[in-house]
């Protein structure tokens, strides 16, 4: 699959780090550094492109940048119509303390109104990058750690579920892009978790449905 990674922070990083051991054809894009393109693309097999040529019949697009970026990044992006967008994004302020958008829409939704013939799914925006590695080291045994997703589009949460699993995860469909009202609030939680109490940063989680 190509997969198109407009982002070359953490998430991006690491994801494609990891999708490159999968077979996947990796386009990075987007970053401050073009140095840092070129020795993801050079770690990966892949490519350092500008945006416009990244997300060119990419089959996935991975958008991984900070909130206060979004706006140029997609008008470098075009309007993606008919393609499969990951967002990983929360609508964070400079500071990275607060939620900008909330609690009657979201991230979510308002990149969907942005572009709105692409077909947004939303997820990774609930488990630390520092988490991928291990889950992945740890691919194909029992139990494996869920990560929601969320989304209007079924084929394009089945192209994403295909993603996550292989990272490691198990995807749990968390209904449309209207749950990232409760989702991103829920991605600060998990951010504390990680970052602001002991045992460190590679926070995973499992949901269980008591019966009987």
């Known amino acids: 699959m190509k997969i198109a990674i407009l982002g070359s922070g953490l998430m991006g990083a690491k994801l494609g780090r990891i999708w490159a051991q ?3 054809e990796l386009r990075f894009a987007y970053s401050r550094s073009p140095a840092k393109l070129d020795r993801l693309a050079a770690e990966t097999g892949g490519c350092a492109t500008s945006v416009s040529e990244a997300v060119a019949g990419a089959d996935a697009i991975l958008l991984a940048v900070h909130w206060s970026r979004i706006e140029d990044v997609l008008a470098q992006a075009g309007d993606m119509a008919g393609q499969v967008v990951l967002n990983c994004c929360v609508p964070l302020d400079t500071s990275n303390s607060d939620l900008v958008l909330g609690p009657k829409t979201s991230g979510a939704e308002q990149l969907a109104t942005m572009r709105p013939q692409a077909r947004w ?3 990774f ?5 520092e988490s991928f590695a291990p889950v992945f080291a740890r691919k194909g045994q029992a139990d494996p750690p869920q990560l929601l997703i969320y989304g209007d589009d079924d084929g394009a949460k089945s192209i994403a579920r295909g ?3 292989d990272i490691g995860f198990t995807p749990v469909d968390a209904g449309g892009l209207r749950t990232g009202r409760f989702v991103e609030p829920f991605a600060m939680v998990t951010a504390e978790l990680a970052y602001g109490q002991p045992g460190g940063p590679a926070l995973t989680y499992r949901f269980e449905k008591l019966r009987g």
């Open 22 to 24: 999968c077979g996947h």
């Open 121 to 123: 799914v939303a997820t």
């Open 125 to 129: 925006n609930t488990s630390p990058s």
């Open 163 to 165: 993603l996550i699993e």
